[in-house]
């Protein structure tokens, strides 16, 4: 672990609707309230500000733009450039279990399933930039974190039960970095069907950890997709590992996580 | 592999790769994968330039078959290190059995299987097109069976690229597989995939943090 110049302090925590669904921001520095506040706003206005870049849901969102074919791709702005190209890849990386053109070639693109945890890990970026060490940022579920939560102490992220809801079925202790999950509605292979679907329904979820978010999420849908010939592939990644829950509840997790 | 995470610094003076627009057979490669020799031969034919279009066939036993040894242009370019991730995934006693990558142009699927008949799975091993991409070359190989189901899925060639600088990648997490209460004062949050946890999560979340403001 890195050497923390930032001792703890009181936790600051605050949350607010963003991107259809609950921004969580917790601080634990000894820090200046002001100072904490302020970099949380700036995280916040940054969420809102990709927000309306990228929504499906909004008429004047870039995406939107783009798929009504009144926006280039040459054109967009250099964020949602450089999502579809990180998307580009990551399709062809994956074999096209990750995709996000779920309707075919011709059909508009969703890149919400590296979006959302892009933007949080980006965000979340601004906390960093203010001085702050030992945070807490999760966006409807997909966590990054920084430092830790008290000295010597790692974060503990609850996997939710995707068979009970209301459940935790198991937790990640993480350092620093991402944690994001996937299921179903992640899903937006076309490609895979033509796989009788036997792959999308060898797991209930899939949750990722990793450095990124951003990849964390996009790969958490991508070994969704591929079934259990994923939780290797995700293991090629420096720092990545996976932890999938069977439809019957029972685990499987990458070598690495034991 | 390092998965080219992130980088702003990256971002900020990274070509623009978007304003030109993929070619059809760069976002059909995996379709024509899953379409076998035909269609690879179809690909190979379409990326004249790439040395690494190559098809190599060749057949493995158990549900995930990785090709160790197929080569291109001469040189090992499959980890055969790669580890084994889970503990429930069958074993590949195919690994070291050398297969040598044939020309797309003059080899068929079933030919360069032959070469390991003695197999009893059906998975075959594809491998696609070097892809240029701002976030650095990607080759894929695909082990697809005759049903049509991937076998596995291998990144041959990726990117690296800077991590961000407070992670520490050696920091592996921690797996408690117990289950726990949702309101246990230990977890700062939880993860969840969106279809289980729509309100769930959020909900839960407040909770947490009124339960601990």
Known sequence: ?258 | MTPNPYDPKRAATGRNRSQRTPSLARRVFPMVALGGAAGVLVMALDHPGSGAASLDASSAGGTVAIDPSATDNGSLIVDPGISTATSTVPATPQRGTATTAATAATTTPETAATSKAANSSNCRTYRGPVQENRWGPVQVQASVSSSGKICSVKVLQSPTGGKSDRINANAVPVLNKQAMSAQSANISGVSGATYTTIGYIDSLQAILDAAKG
């Not at chain 1, 509605?185 to 990124?212: I, N, Y």
């Not at chain 1, 964390?216 to 010939?229: K, P, S």
Request: aromatic letters at 6%.
């Open chain 1, 1 to 258: 672990m890195q050497p923390r110049a930032n001792s703890h302090g009181s936790p600051v925590r605050r949350a607010r609707h963003v991107m259809g669904t609950t921004a969580s921001i917790h601080v634990h520095d000894a820090a200046p309230q002001e100072l904490v506040e302020r970099a949380i706003d700036e995280v916040l206005v940054e969420l809102d500000r990709l927000e309306a870049m990228f929504s499906t849901y909004r008429e004047d969102s870039e995406i939107s733009r783009v798929n009504r074919g009144v926006l280039h791709l040459g054109d967009c702005s250099r964020e949602v450039t450089e999502v579809l190209d990180a998307c580009t890849w990551l399709e062809q990386a994956s074999n096209g279990a990750f995709d996000i053109r779920p309707q075919g070639l011709e059909g508009p693109i969703d890149p919400a399933g590296f979006v959302k945890g892009w933007a949080a890990e980006r965000a979340s970026a601004a906390l960093a930039r203010c001085g702050l060490e030992h945070w807490y940022v999760s966006v409807g579920g997909d966590i990054i974190v920084s430092g830790s939560p008290a000295s010597g102490e790692r974060w503990r992220i609850g996997i939710a039960n995707p068979i009970r809801p209301g459940e935790i079925i198991a937790s990640l202790d993480v350092e620093g970095g991402a944690v994001a999950t996937s299921g179903t509605a992640e899903r937006g292979a076309h490609l895979w069907d033509a796989r009788s679907g036997a792959a999308a329904e060898e797991f209930a979820s899939v949750t990722v950890s990793g450095p990124s978010l951003a990849w964390a999420d996009a790969f958490a849908t991508t070994v969704f997709v591929m079934g259990e010939a994923g939780i290797e592939w995700v293991s090629q990644f420096d720092g990545y590992h996976a932890v999938a829950i069977r439809p019957d509840g029972t685990l499987l997790a990458s070598a690495a996580l034991g």
